[in-house]
C-alpha cells in the first residue's frame, strides 16, 4: 500500500515513496544483526507451533540511510509477530536510496519474515 498521506507541514512530507526502476532501493547494512535478532525476537509460542509469518513496515529513510520513522502497515494477523517485528525494525540500518547517484529520502515498504527452521 502507499504510505499515509502526510500533513501540510509535516516533516515527512518531502520523502518520495520508493519508486522501483527510477531508483536504487537503500540496502540493510546490518543483516548479521537482523538475522541474529529475528531469532531472537521470534515469539517463542508461534516458533513451537512451527507458525511463520510475515510483517510488513514502512520506513522513512532519510538521504544518509537514518531511519527516521517505521510503522507496520501490514499486519501478520498476530499481535506476537507483529510486537516482534517493531524491536526488528527498530535495529535495521540502511543505506540510503540512490535516484541518479544521488542520495534521496524515500519512504519504502519492506517485510520482516519469521521463518521456523528445518
Known amino acids: 500500500p502507499p504510505p499515509p498521506v502526510p500533513t ?3 516533516e515527512l512530507a518531502s520523502f518520495e515513496a520508493f519508486a ?3 531508483m536504487v532501493a537503500p540496502r540493510l547494512r546490518n543483516e548479521g544483526e537482523i538475522a541474529r535478532a529475528l531469532e ?3 515469539p517463542p ?3 513451537d507451533a512451527k507458525i511463520g509469518g510475515t510483517v510488513s513496515v514502512l520506513f ?3 538521504e544518509t540511510g537514518k531511519v527516521v520513522q517505521y510503522q507496520i502497515s501490514e499486519s501478520s494477523g498476530f499481535p506476537a509477530f507483529d510486537e516482534a517485528a517493531v524491536k526488528v525494525a527498530d535495529l535495521m540500518r540502511f ?5 541518479r547517484d544521488q542520495p534521496i529520502r524515500v519512504v519504502v515498504a519492506m517485510p520482516i519474515t519469521f521463518r521456523v527452521a528445518n
Do not use: E, H, V
Open 20 to 22: 522501483p526502476g527510477r
Open 45 to 47: 509460542l508461534l516458533r
Open 60 to 62: 522513512w529513510i532519510d
Open 95 to 99: 543505506s540510503p536510496a540512490m535516484n
Open 8 to 10: 501540510a507541514g509535516d
Open 40 to 42: 531472537r525476537f521470534y
